[in-house]
């Protein structure tokens, strides 16, 4: 009986550490509610009164309500309306930052359905100045998470940009 109890314990314990090594090894990356780079953090739809986005290579532009700062050096832009942030966007060229169910840039569009089923995945067809025939938007909801999407840029089948953001956010948003 001893040694069953010991068992449990060591049981318990190892996956403590299993599950908090997880934890630690998630240092750059995307959800549905925030992103985590370089030991900093933000939530969607918390308000940010001093946010310290003057270093260098560090973009700010300002369209009415919204601001967008965006980070060159790292592929992050991050839209804040009236101070609360509302989107997220990862570049392509950023390849360091995971969504939490490890999808990242550069992978197959196959990945995102494997990795969100269950999921509600739409499929839509980009359809920009540069777009081609084969750019589309992929935009996945959680049935529990009612005020943020993520969405994935897909062109010729790879992902080429990730976005989390507050649902029905648009930037017209911005003008009023």
């Given at each position: ?47 940010y ?7 260098k ?31 997220i ?88």
């Open positions: 009986m001893i040694f069953i109890f010991i068992f449990v314990l060591f049981s318990i314990a190892l996956s403590a550490c299993v599950y908090s090594k997880a934890i630690s090894d998630k240092k750059n990356y995307l959800d549905f509610n925030s992103i985590n780079f370089e030991g900093k953090s933000y939530l969607l739809g918390n308000k009164l001093d946010v310290n986005f003057s270093l290579g560090i973009a700010k532009d300002e369209i009415g309500s919204c601001t967008t700062f965006s980070d060159i050096d790292n592929g992050i832009s991050y839209t804040f309306n009236k101070k609360k942030l509302v989107e966007l990862i570049k392509n060229e950023n390849k360091s930052i995971y969504t939490s169910k490890k999808i990242r840039n550069g992978m197959n569009v196959k990945e995102i359905y494997k990795s969100y089923e269950g999921y509600e995945i739409k499929k839509m067809k980009s359809e920009g100045v540069g777009d081609s025939q084969d750019d589309f938007t992929y935009t996945v909801t959680d049935n529990l998470q009612k005020n943020n999407i993520l969405i994935f840029d897909v062109v010729h089948g790879e992902i080429q940009g990730m976005h989390a953001g507050k649902r029905g956010f648009d930037l017209s948003d911005c003008e009023e």
